[in-house]
T-cell receptor, first 112, second 115 residues
Framework: NAGVTQTPKFRVLKTGQSMTLLCAQD?????MYWYRQDPGMGLRLIHY???????AKGEVPDGYNVSRLKKQNFLLGLESAAPSQTSVYFC???????????FGEGSRLTVL | AQKVTQAQTEISVVEKEDVTLDCVYE???????LFWYKQPPSGELVFLIR??????QNEISGRYSWNFQKSTSSFNFTITASQVVDSAVYFC????????????FGGGTRLMVKP
């Protein structure tokens, strides 16, 4: 029962470096999301996808790119990391737009 | 635009006290869904409840209960006889009833239950 799996769990980057966070779900969910969680600000949506091959911007998309080449995977990329992107990132999926979100365990990213 | 406000950023209670977490939302839609999630110190997010906008019946699940009032745009969460294990951050969230829409979260309420 893997559910939603995020890799890596922890990462430290230097300013300007790039990286990709991988989210994989085994529940055949259509909808996938990337959120970031910062102290006092709750969860803010970065990008989301309503199906394979589709992506859309959320509340805070700047500095991030995403891809959904396969239904089960949703990748979040940082092309040139900035200290403001230090955060905990959560991937989530749900079966449709009325369902509850299933979350991954989170990925803690620090940009120095 | 939709918005969820959890005005209480932190609440501290002593074990066995009852506690209510407030959630107020804004939406122009007539059909929508409301959710509560729990984030314990371990960090994962756990789904607690989903309620659609046409169902205003209060719900009770063990020590947890939810009071949905459309007239005041509120979806409050009460824990009866709180326990230390209830210590967590609780998030309220809102989604519209149309495809592709995002789930908007409130800022969360940190509940600390002291023994």
């Amino acid at each position: 029962n893997a559910g939603v799996t995020q890799t890596p769990k922890f990462r430290v980057l230097k300013t300007g470096q790039s990286m990709t966070l991988l989210c994989a779900q085994d529940m055949n969910h259509e909808y996938m999301y990337w959120y970031r969680q910062d102290p006092g600000m709750g969860l803010r949506l970065i990008h989301y996808s309503v199906g394979e091959g589709t992506t859309a911007k959320g509340e805070v998309p700047d500095g991030y790119n995403v891809s959904r080449l396969k239904k089960q995977n949703f990748l979040l990329g940082l092309e040139s990391a900035a200290p403001s992107q230090t955060s905990v990132y959560f991937c989530a999926s749900r079966i449709d737009y009325t369902g509850e979100l299933f979350f991954g365990e989170g990925s803690r990213l620090t940009v120095l | 635009a939709q918005k969820v406000t959890q005005a209480q950023t932190e609440i501290s209670v002593v074990e066995k006290e009852d506690v209510t977490l407030d959630c107020v939302y804004e939406t122009r839609d007539t059909t929508y869904y409301l959710f509560w999630y729990k984030q314990p110190p371990s960090g994962e997010l756990v789904f607690l409840i989903r309620r659609n906008s046409f169902d205003e019946q209060n719900e009770i699940s063990g020590r947890y209960s939810w009071n949905f009032q459309k007239s005041t745009s509120s979806f409050n969460f009460t824990i009866t006889a709180s326990q230390v294990v209830d210590s967590a951050v609780y998030f309220c969230a809102l989604t519209k009833n149309n495809a592709g829409n995002m789930l908007t979260f409130g800022g969360g309420t940190r509940l600390m239950v002291k023994p």
